[in-house]
Every structure is written in C-alpha cells, then in structure tokens.
T-cell receptor
Framework: AQSVAQPEDQVNVAEGNPLTVKCTYS??????LFWYVQYPNRGLQFLLK??????LVKGSYGFEAEFNKSQTSFHLKKPSALVSDSALYFC????????????FGKGTMLLVSP | NAGVMQNPRHLVRRRGQEARLRCSPM?????VYWYRQLPEEGLKFMVY????????ESGMPKERFSAEFPKEGPSILRIQQVVRGDSAAYFC????????????????FGPGTRLTVL
C-alpha cells in the first residue's frame, strides 16, 4: 500500500525568507509524486510533479521540489516566500506498477507573515 | 476551456435525506475521480470512473454511497440516508487519459461541494 506523510501541520515563515514543506512517501514501485495547493474554499491546484529524470523539479509560482530516493522524500521549496503563498499544501503519490490512484498526505498549512 | 465544475457548492441536508453531488469534467476529459476531505484530514480517494464504467471503487463506503458517470451528462455522487459523519468537502477531479501504468497526467480538481448534515 502506498502512503504519504506530511509531518508538519503548519509551517510559519516570514515574507522574503525561504520555505520548505516536508513530504515523505512509501510505495511499492517507482513513485510518481505531486504537490497541490488549496486556497480557502477552492479546489486543489496542481503545482508540480516528479516522474523521472532530474531530481529537482520546478513548478508553478516559483515553487520547486527535490526528489530524494534514499530518504523517500519530496520536499517542496521556494527561495523567497510571499504572503500570497499562504495556503494548504498537499503532497500526493502513486506508483507506476499497474493501475493506482493518488494517495494524499494530510496537508500542511503554510502561513507567510508580512 | 472551463475547468472542472461541481454543483452545488454548498449542500445542507438533514439526517436521513439523500445528497446528490454533480461533477462536470473538463472538456475532453473522460476520466473522473471523487475524493472526500474530512475536517483536519487530507483527501481520501473514493471512486474512479470512466464514461459508463466504474474502474475502481475501493474507497467507497460499502453502503449508502454510489457513483455514476453516464454517457451523457455529469458524474453523480449519491449519498443515501445521510448521517452527520458524511459532512465533508467532496472533490471531483478529471484527467484526459487513464491513470494506468506508463501514462501520467495530473488530475484537475473542481472547487468542491461542501456537504453539511444537520
């Protein structure tokens, strides 16, 4: 069975500082990894995905994520946080061995203070 | 190109009533997924449908819940005899191709329907 862990319920960062939102995963095969963002009363918006290749993936709104196979992690990062980045962030995983659906983490609330 | 549409956005039902949630996928998408988000929890997969076919319903509760995606019209998630524990946000997502091995397209999510059971 596949699973995702987001160990932090909330991350606080000051505007202009770098941010990291952590995610670790467990799958039986090779992972496909995703980050989504959810703004209040909205659906999830796709940020980025890792399939294969370069371990550093660049996505929307200046976000990037680093795939680390040995640590089974896919942390989301941004060099300089904006107040408008404040939202709920979800990491998700699926494996590529046959059919499978996305498994989501519980989400991490990112709060960026001015 | 309109995104995934869900209606209603908010739905209030009393215990024992039926709830019907609708989802219109993005144009050109023939695969629909339903997720439930309970308070303080992440999204939980419920069911994956193609037109006129249920591909995977492993996340659906065995009783009271059903889903369909007819040849014409939106996908429907139906909850019969609702209970307070059904109160949640229900999200629909769509993709242009299946999620089989070797294919990968991200799922596009709708704004959700927030169901409140009184």
């Amino acid at each position: 069975a596949q699973s995702v862990a987001q160990p932090e319920d909330q991350v606080n960062v000051a505007e202009g500082n770098p941010l990291t939102v952590k995610c670790t995963y467990s799958v039986s095969g090779n992972p496909y990894l995703f980050w989504y963002v959810q703004y209040p009363n909205r659906g999830l918006q796709f940020l980025l995905k890792y399939i294969t290749g370069d371990n550093l993936v660049k996505g929307s709104y200046g976000f990037e994520a680093e795939f680390n196979k040995s640590q089974t992690s896919f942390h989301l990062k941004k060099p300089s946080a904006l107040v408008s980045d404040s939202a709920l962030y979800f990491c998700a995983v699926r494996d590529n061995s046959g059919y499978s659906t996305l498994t989501f983490g519980k989400g991490t609330m990112l709060l960026v203070s001015p | 190109n309109a995104g995934v549409m869900q209606n209603p956005r908010h739905l209030v039902r009393r215990r024992g009533q039926e709830a019907r949630l609708r989802c219109s996928p993005m144009k050109g998408h023939s695969h629909v997924y339903w997720y439930r988000q309970l308070p303080e929890e992440g999204l939980k997969f419920m069911v994956y449908l193609q037109k006129e076919n249920i591909i995977d319903e492993s996340g659906m509760p065995k009783e009271r819940f059903s889903a369909e995606f007819p040849k014409e019209g939106p996908s429907i998630l139906r909850i019969q005899q609702v209970v307070r524990g059904d109160s949640a946000a229900y999200f629909c997502a769509s993709s242009p191709v299946s999620q089989l091995a070797g294919t990968l397209n991200e799922q596009f999510f709708g704004p959700g329907t927030r169901l409140t059971v009184l």
